[in-house]
């Protein structure tokens, strides 16, 4: 918990220089990627140690594996989250990517990986060979040469085609213990950027 709470602190120095940064236009700025996720249910952050001083509005929502192949079916342009609450980079990531959201008035999909508490790796999630099939090749190997979802893994979809993605969170952040500078918080601000600016 002593981890946690170190990143915690640092998290949320760096979430309020978020809130800070420039304007910018995204899918959501024409309500695109805003009314494609409008339908699915506000996501429960409340597990989360960085969001536990949080209170700002959740913009993200609950997905399944089968409701992001629907919409990626649809052609829809969305961005999601794969992540889970216990796992201290996904702690690091969520504030800044939901104060980006809030920004930009847009929801942002939330594929919880431990939803079920029976789920003990990535790879256990109802639909994970679908999950596959459709992301199967931004996924890194594991030491078994499958491909694994580590977390946090962002994708960014536009008209049903992944046109950006990242996985963790900047790689100025060396381990789960290091401090959130404002450089790290500024790296990890310019991914989601990047990421949202590619749905325009």
Not at 98 to 109: F, L, R, S
Not at 120 to 149: A, P, Q, S
Request: aromatic share 12%.
């Amino acid at each position: 918990m002593k981890t946690f709470a170190k990143i915690k602190n640092a998290v949320m120095v760096g979430a309020v220089v978020a809130v800070s940064c420039v304007t910018l236009t995204a899918c959501s700025g024409s309500g695109e990627g805003s009314e494609a996720l409008s339908k699915y249910e506000k996501a429960d952050l409340s597990g989360y140690e960085g969001m536990k001083d949080y209170n700002k509005e959740i913009m993200l929502v609950d997905m399944t594996v089968d409701d992001i192949k629907k919409e990626v079916d649809k052609n829809g342009t969305f961005a999601f989250v794969a992540s889970y609450s216990t796992c201290p980079y996904c702690n690091v990531i969520m504030p800044f990517l939901n104060d980006y959201a809030i920004q930009e008035n847009t929801k942002v999909g939330y594929l919880d990986t431990r939803k079920n508490p029976e789920w003990k790796n990535n790879m256990e999630i109802d639909g994970y060979d679908t999950f596959l099939v459709m992301f199967g090749n931004y996924l890194r190997l594991d030491e078994n040469e499958k491909r694994h979802l580590y977390v946090p893994h962002m994708f960014f979809i536009k008209n049903g085609k992944v046109v950006y993605n990242f996985q963790g969170v900047s790689e100025l952040l060396e381990n789960e213990d290091s401090t959130v500078t404002d450089e790290i918080a500024e790296d990890i601000k310019l991914k989601i950027k990047e990421g949202f600016d590619e749905l325009k």
